[in-house]
Nanobody, 116 residues
Framework: QLQLVESGGGLVQPGGSLRLSCAASGFPVSSSILRWYRQVPGKERELVATIGVSDSTTTYADSVKGRFTISRDNTKNTVYLQMNSLKPEDTAVYIC?????????WGQGTQVTVSS
């Protein structure tokens, strides 16, 4: 079974922080490329962050660079997205993703709302 389960979303004020978790089962995150996407109504799904097989290989969307950090804990088989200095435009459903063979696997998503 391959499964990705996100958690950690919620309501936060602008300038605040959240840490999202994506708990993986059925495959090791240590051997996988993991991605965080976000989705807002009426817009295309946006790739936010990627972590490669090497932890040193990380990429970020320009809109979150310097504020978000993707990381993984191989012992917990979990990938994280630390989000700092949150802005209202960060409001979205955040979705964890990986790809195995020709199949894309998605988590259920966790809602992040940045608002006063």
């Amino acid at each position: 079974q391959l499964q990705l389960v996100e958690s950690g979303g919620g309501l936060v004020q602008p300038g605040g922080s959240l840490r999202l978790s994506c708990a993986a089962s059925g495959f090791p995150v240590s051997s996988s490329i993991l991605r965080w996407y976000r989705q807002v109504p009426g817009k295309e799904r946006e790739l936010v962050a990627t972590i490669g097989v090497s932890d040193s290989t990380t990429t970020y969307a320009d809109s979150v660079k310097g504020r978000f950090t993707i990381s993984r804990d191989n012992t917990k088989n979990t990938v994280y997205l630390q989000m700092n200095s949150l802005k209202p435009e960060d409001t979205a459903v955040y979705i964890c993703h990986t790809r195995l063979f020709l199949t894309n696997y998605w988590g259920q998503g966790t809602q992040v709302t940045v608002s006063s």
